[in-house]
């Protein structure tokens, strides 16, 4: 046991779970008990009448990175969530934040490890409406106890960088829902946590918005260099915006990867059932179909980040593409056909008419 | 008929007797316990009395006009101060409100922290619960009784059966407020990690203090209709002029006197109700959840 456990500690995990199982309900143990039998979900809750949030998730998840879980509603991924910071306690498995153990925490220690090391984000906001921006944002500073002053200046500086300056002294029911969302936002970023965990922040927002929250989100963790644990039911989203994918589905991990690894190889059904109809020239990146080595430099180049359908346009007018990694220097190149290529290969033939 | 199974007069005899022993042993104790609130209420009556005539209308005035910013109930404060002056029901009208307000303010007192506890516990809620339907339920003369008995009639008992009148719809209304805050808001505020008091008076409170506002509307208007009755104890005041109306069959004397009652009632219902109203705008709560 204690050799497993040294394994696992590792210094560049900012979240680890082990099967961890949540069952809601008054008798969880019994239900518990026939899930680790292994009897199935629906069999336990017709048996025992408690019902099963979570079965054995174990998910690493390292520091700096968008892990996003993705799932349907009643998948579980609210309740994953919610776990990281003990909003709900688990029934069984252990879960480690920051290399500490989260469930031996006392109240206290909880209310600490949640003032000082992780924020969060709400998909219905949770702000205060009794309160102006500017007192919303600076909320978690004052529940940490930061002294007026320093708070106020803080949670000026994070509404700002969320574009909402102007507003501060508004109510935040006067505000539009990305309006509000942003507050939610500034409010997470100006605790300056290692985490965030962002509860479906952007689904209920419209779409163009989304898409700007999204850039925006991509943008802040480039400069601040957070881990964010993302919630979402939407795999674009998933796939813009993740770094890894986990998609969970009726309480339990289907699969966990690279976003395209999920669209190229899906474990099962299910997620075929989702990528069927995603935009393949947003999942695959340039990085996996290019070119290597040195080459003559292109007139054109995209970012080892860049995904197909950033490199689709530049093709209007080049035969090539450039690659250049983080320090600007071309590692490879790309053309049209290699794009054309993997994109006919991971699309589907037309169902036969 | 029905049959008598058991015989139940020793049971009676019991009560009797227990109440008896009670205010032979303990009326002093009680008493004392109880000499707050004459207190209270005696500085309310002197100062209200004290206070001259054209002052407290237009406090009452000023105050109306901060609550609603308009001039018809500042108008109307001031109409009814004068009927009450001319009637020659001014000493009267200011005994009364100072019973309603030293009823008002003891329920607060007790009622808020009890609404605090029942939205926390569910035992507490079903102990609760039948109490409070209890006390406004069962009817006042049923336990005016007892208290005229141990304080003798005047004041106190009636205060004491004003407040146990006035006292449950705000306690009701705080546990209800408190435990209808958007759950949202709350689950935010813990994951923020606050403590169980900065949720309770950094964001329940706030959020349920227009529901708090309308318990204690409730409460002013229960107070007042229990001033006849309280009169009957040696309450005095407007409830007073009515006994005595009705005793003399003087009509004209209990309509007038009636008539103050109903324009005390109006007066504190538009003031307390215009607050809540005013409170519930800067919260944002009337202009629509999105």
Redesign the interface.
């Known amino acids: 046991m204690s050799e497993v456990r040294h394994m696992d500690t590792r210094t560049d995990l900012a979240i680890r779970m082990r099967g961890v199982t949540k069952i809601f309900g008054n008798a969880p143990e019994e239900a518990l008990a026939l899930l680790r039998e292994g009897v199935s979900k629906s069999e336990v809750q017709a048996r025992t009448n408690q019902v099963v949030g979570l079965d054995d998730v174990s998910l690493d998840i390292e520091k700096g990175q968008i892990f996003v879980v993705m799932g349907l509603s009643g998948s579980g991924k609210s309740t994953l969530i919610r776990h990281v910071n003990r909003l709900i306690d688990p029934t069984g498995g252990e879960i480690v934040v920051n290399g500490i153990d989260v469930l031996r925490m006392t109240q206290p220690e909880l209310r600490t490890f949640r003032r000082t090391e992780i924020a969060m984000v709400f998909q219905k906001f949770g702000l205060l409406p009794h309160r102006t921006v500017l007192d919303n944002v600076a909320y978690g500073l004052e529940v940490r106890g930061v002294a007026k002053k320093q708070r106020l200046e803080e949670a000026a500086k994070w509404v700002e960088i969320v574009g909402l300056a102007g507003y501060e002294h508004s109510r935040t029911r006067q505000l539009s829902g990305g309006q509000q969302q942003r507050v939610g936002l500034a409010r997470a970023l100006a605790m300056d946590t290692d985490i965030i965990l962002m509860d479906e922040a952007f689904s209920a927002l419209d779409p163009l918005i989304r898409s700007g929250m999204q850039d925006q989100l991509i943008q802040l963790q480039k400069d601040l260099n957070k881990t964010i644990l993302f919630i979402t039911h939407d795999f674009d989203e998933a796939l813009k915006i993740g770094n890894r994918i986990a998609v969970l589905k009726d309480g339990s991990l289907q699969q966990v990867g690279k976003p395209e690894d999920i669209v190229l190889k899906p474990a099962n059904e299910h997620i075929e059932e989702f990528v069927r109809d995603v935009n393949k020239a947003r999942a695959i990146h340039v990085r996996s179909i290019m070119e290597r080595g040195v080459t003559e430099p292109c007139e054109q180049a995209v970012s080892i980040d860049a995904r197909c359908e950033d490199v689709l346009p530049l093709f209007a007018d080049h035969k090539w593409v450039g690659v250049l990694d983080a320090d600007g220097q071309q590692v490879g190149r790309v053309t049209a056909r290699q794009v054309i290529m993997a994109l006919a290969k991971h699309t589907p033939p037309p169902l036969a008419a | 008929m029905f049959p008598e199974f058991i015989d139940t007069r020793p049971l009676r005899r019991a009560v009797d007797d227990g109440l008896n022993w009670v205010v032979g042993h303990w009326s002093g104790a009680l008493e004392a316990a109880a000499s707050p609130l004459a207190i209270l209420l005696n500085a309310l009556e002197r100062l209200l009395i004290g206070t001259p005539w054209w002052l407290i209308a237009a406090l009452l005035a000023g105050i109306a006009f901060l609550a609603t910013r308009r001039w018809q109930l500042p108008l109307f404060v001031v109409l009814s101060m004068l009927f009450l002056g001319v009637m020659n029901l001014w000493q009267d009208a200011m005994t009364t409100m100072a019973l309603m307000i030293a009823a008002t303010l003891t329920a607060i007192v007790i009622s808020i922290p009890v609404g605090v506890w029942m939205s926390r516990s569910r035992a507490v809620r079903q102990v609760a619960t039948p109490l409070l339907d209890l006390m406004q339920t069962m009817p006042s003369f049923v336990y005016l009784i007892p208290t005229v008995m141990i304080f003798g009639p005047g004041k106190i008992p009636a205060l004491i059966a004003t407040i146990v009148y006035a006292a449950p719809p705000l306690v009701r209304l705080t546990d209800l407020g408190l435990r209808s805050v ?1 759950p ?2 709350m ?9 169980p008091g ?1 949720r309770l008076l ?2 329940q409170i ?2 349920a203090l227009p529901t708090i506002l309308a318990g204690i509307n409730q409460t002013t208007m229960m107070a007042l209709a229990m001033v006849v009755i309280a009169s009957m104890i040696g309450a005095g005041g407007l409830g007073y002029q009515v006994l005595q109306g009705i005793g003399r069959l003087e009509v004209s004397r209990g309509l007038f006197a009636g008539l103050g009652i109903v324009a005390l009632a109006i007066i504190f219902d538009r003031i307390t109700q215009s607050f809540g109203k005013q409170l519930q705008t ?4 009337s ?1 629509g ?2």
């Open positions: 958007d949202a808001v689950e935010a505020s813990r994951a923020f990690g606050s403590s900065q950094g964001v706030p959020l800067r919260i944002g709560l202009e959840r999105t």
